[in-house]
């Protein structure tokens, strides 16, 4: 059975005939973030905001934290940020190194949260969670 090995294990087939391939972190990351940026727009430009939900498998139900009874989805959240700059540790000291940028570097981000509630707690489930769970459940199309 032949294999390829690049960065993990790449397109090999397990004893169950079943053919998956795995992407490095990296490429993993900008593929969730392409994902996440079509199920924004699918979702705004829906006209029935709830078949889509249903359709995508948005759970409107989910279990309770701890036990606790079932958590219903009431709101649907779109959060937008600009990274204005980037700050890291520095080396031998307490401060962060900072490096602001220039106007033409700045980036946008929208994000979607699904805000589930019970008469005992409050979760927003983060968008990203949901499709790397989901995507991680399917196998990619060959």
Known sequence: ???????????????HDHLHSHLPPEDAAAELQVLAAQFIDGFVAAK????YLRLSGVPLERPGQ????????????????????????????????????????????????????????????????FLHAHHADHDPIP
């Open 66 to 129: 701890g036990g606790g009874p079932m958590m219903k989805l009431v709101d649907v959240q779109l959060t937008t940020e600009w990274q204005v700059g980037t700050a890291s540790p520095s080396f031998g000291s307490r401060e962060l190194s900072y490096l602001p940028y220039p106007g033409e570097m700045v980036t946008e981000r929208t994000n979607m949260g699904f805000v589930y509630v019970s008469l005992d707690s409050k979760e927003v489930v983060d968008l990203r969670s």
């Open 1 to 15: 059975m032949p294999h390829d090995i690049v960065n993990g294990h790449i397109g090999h087939n397990h004893a």
């Open 48 to 51: 029935d905001k709830m078949a």
